[in-house]
């Protein structure tokens, strides 16, 4: 069995970056995320995100490819939440995604800046009211 070691930062968007994700319905869609990873053998390392946008770093296994396991788990996932009606009108995401290799060395910081990222964007949001 190989042994392989490749980390993905992802990040996607609300269709048009609509700021739709609220605090109680990210905390759902990322449960959400976590089971339907599981479910489908792929390893969330950090799952985070604001209104607009989700960032997850995914330990890619072996036979496992960037666009398998985006329609894994970002087109699944507009379906689960059209399914349970979370919004009102039809949920989508941006069709693109980014995605960048993390080497073993800096998995720590990525962590960290994926579980700030709440905090990261409270205090820009604060700090650009201010400037206004």
Not at 13 to 34: A, M, N
Not at 86 to 109: C, I, N
């Amino acid at each position: 069995m190989p042994h392989i070691s490749v980390w993905i930062h992802f990040v996607w968007t609300t269709k048009d970056r609509e700021p739709l994700l609220t605090e109680s319905i990210r905390y759902k869609i990322f449960e959400h995320f976590r089971q339907n990873a599981r479910a489908k053998n792929i390893f969330i390392g950090a799952l985070n995100g604001w209104v607009e946008h989700v960032h997850c770093l995914v330990s890619l296994g072996s036979g496992q490819n960037l666009d398998e396991v985006m329609r894994l788990l970002k087109g699944e996932s507009s379906h689960w939440i059209n399914k349970n009606e979370l919004f009102r009108g039809k949920f989508h995401w941006q069709d693109e995604y980014f995605a960048v290799s993390v080497s073993e060395s800096l998995l720590a910081k990525v962590r960290k800046y994926i579980d700030s990222q709440e905090e990261h964007h409270r205090t820009w949001f604060l700090e650009q009211n201010r400037a206004f």
